[in-house]
């Protein structure tokens, strides 16, 4: 079992920047793929970055390339994702979750989700 607590979202005006956090405890957290979702109020989950257990490789959705970055800390079990120019369009709840094995966009292939965190971004 892993435990993942999402933290370091809130309220940020249009083109500022915030980091979020996800602390993972339980398993192993080396072993496991990472993965960012978002999900705004009435949307569809939606798949925003994922890193393998080393941090060396990592994907983007194509429309979130360029203003996240997403990386991890195994010796804090932490994955973090940096978002910067925030856009209202990116006010949903955010949602670290962990994989066993490779990296994937695919949410169902995710084992283990965090509660998420809300960003709200103000025009």
């Known amino acids: 079992q892993v435990q993942l607590v999402e933290s370091g979202g809130g309220l940020v005006q249009a083109g500022g920047s915030l980091r979020l956090s996800c602390a993972a405890s339980?398993?192993?957290?080396?072993?496991?793929?990472m993965g960012w979702f978002r999900q705004a109020p009435g949307k569809e989950r939606e798949f925003i970055a994922t890193?393998?257990?080393?941090?060396?490789?990592?994907y983007y959705a194509d429309s979130m390339k360029g203003r996240f970055t997403i990386s991890r800390d195994n010796a804090k079990n932490t994955v973090y994702l940096q978002m910067n120019s925030l856009k209202p369009e990116d006010t949903a709840v955010y949602y670290c979750?962990?994989?066993?094995?490779?990296?994937?966009?695919?949410?169902?292939?995710?084992?283990?989700w965090g509660q998420g965190t809300q960003v709200t971004v103000s025009s």
């Open positions: 979750a962990a994989k066993y094995g490779s990296i994937s966009q695919r949410g169902n292939e995710y084992d283990y």
């Open positions: 890193i393998n257990w080393a941090g060396l490789s990592t």
């Open positions: 339980g398993r192993t957290f080396s072993n496991y793929a």
